[in-house]
Nanobody
C-alpha cells in the first residue's frame, strides 16, 4: 500500500517560512503526481500545489503562487512544500495526496492521503 507521511509543520510569525515534507512509500517507481492540500477549521479542503512526475511541471493555487514552491527528490521519495512570506490566512492542516485521477483541484480525485501536519501563522 502507498503511505504518505507529512512533517515540518509548526508555528511561525507572519512573514516567516516553513518547509513541509511528504515521505512517500509503496510505489515501485517515481512516476506519480503529488499534491499538497490544506484545510482550515470550518472550511473545505483546498488545493495548494501540484507537481507532476516528470519533468516535474508544477501548478499552484492563486492564493500561494509566488510564495510557495513545490519540489520533489525522487531519490528520497519525498515531496516538499517551501512556504515563504507566510500569512495568518495560511494557517491550516496541510496534507499531501497521491494517485491522482482527474482534475488535481478536486480532492475526490486522489486515492491516498497523509495524516496532515499543522501550520499556524501568527500576526
Amino acid at each position: 500500500d502507498v503511505q504518505l507521511v507529512e512533517s515540518g509543520g509548526g508555528s511561525v510569525q507572519a512573514g516567516g517560512s516553513l518547509r513541509l515534507s511528504c515521505a512517500v512509500s509503496g510505489y515501485t517507481d517515481c512516476n506519480y503526481a503529488m499534491s499538497w492540500y490544506r484545510q482550515a477549521p470550518g472550511k473545505e479542503r483546498e488545493p495548494v500545489a501540484l507537481i507532476f512526475a516528470n519533468p516535474g511541471r508544477t501548478e499552484y493555487a492563486d492564493s500561494v503562487a509566488g510564495r510557495f514552491t513545490v519540489s520533489r527528490d525522487n531519490a528520497k521519495n519525498t515531496v516538499y512544500l517551501q512556504m515563504n512570506s507566510l500569512k495568518p490566512e495560511d494557517t491550516a492542516m496541510y496534507y499531501c495526496a497521491a494517485e491522482l485521477r482527474g482534475n488535481w483541484r478536486n480532492p475526490a480525485n486522489y486515492m491516498f492521503w497523509g495524516q496532515g501536519t499543522q501550520v499556524t501563522v501568527y500576526p
